[in-house]
């Protein structure tokens, strides 16, 4: 089944520490997006991207970095997690024809 | 950016009722999408329509894309109808990014 995948759901981690957020698609999409969403807040474009090797930076500034090394995985790294990160991150994608973004479940994060 | 503004924030429902949300755009658009997050944070892409009217089941859109509006009529509400609905555009060389707005939150209580 054609699908977004997001690991893990939810993450505890201490200050400092570099974590990766996994998101891979199954549907052979070219455009992935991340957004982060505080909660009950609207959500915000942090990064995206149109294809493989293709990366930008979106409205909202943010400290984590994204790679696009293949198709159907697009990770997100915080190199050094501060408790300003907690938020839930949640990855999109879109064909590159008309049609709605499909969103993964999303990732929790606290930083303790 | 554009944008977006929706309305109301918060609603409250009987269950079997009617309601409709806005969704007003600072700019036009050519990428128009709704949202609806469960009350477990999986959001769910309820329709894509830059212009027109759609339907699907209980619910249905209408796009004005010359007033910069958009409505999201439900009907007959239920309580897994509850949670936060999000309506986003794109315009442009960026209509692929979409621009939120804050949300309506819907308690549908029975």
């Known amino acids: 089944e054609a699908d977004i995948y997001q690991t893990p759901r939810y993450l505890v981690i201490g200050t400092g520490k570099k974590i990766t957020l996994e998101c891979s698609q199954t549907?052979?999409?070219?455009?992935m997006y991340w957004y982060q969403q505080d909660p009950g807040m609207e959500l915000h474009l942090i990064h995206y991207s149109y294809g493989v090797n293709s990366t930008e930076k979106g409205d909202l500034s943010s400290e984590s970095t994204v790679s696009r090394i293949r198709t159907e995985h697009f990770p997100l790294t915080l190199e050094s997690a501060r408790p300003s990160h907690t938020s839930q991150y949640l990855c999109?994608?879109?064909?590159?024809?008309?049609?709605?973004?499909?969103f993964g479940s999303g990732t929790r994060l606290t930083v303790v | 950016g554009i944008q977006v503004e929706q309305s109301p924030p918060d609603l409250i429902l009987q269950e079997g009722a009617n309601s409709t949300l806005r969704c007003n755009f600072s700019d036009s658009v050519n990428n128009l999408q709704w949202f609806h997050q469960n009350p477990w944070g999986q959001l769910i892409n309820l329709f894509y329509?830059?212009?027109g009217t759609k339907q699907n089941g209980r619910l249905s859109a209408t796009t004005v894309a010359t007033e910069r509006y958009s409505l999201l009529y439900i009907s007959s509400s239920q309580t897994t109808d509850s949670g936060v609905y999000f309506c986003a555009g794109g315009n442009g060389a960026g209509s692929y990014q979409l621009t939120f707005g804050k949300g309506t939150k819907l308690s549908v209580i029975p």
């Open positions: 999109a994608s879109r064909d590159r024809g008309a049609g709605g973004y499909t």
């Open positions: 549907m052979g999409h070219d455009k």
């Open positions: 329509i830059p212009s």
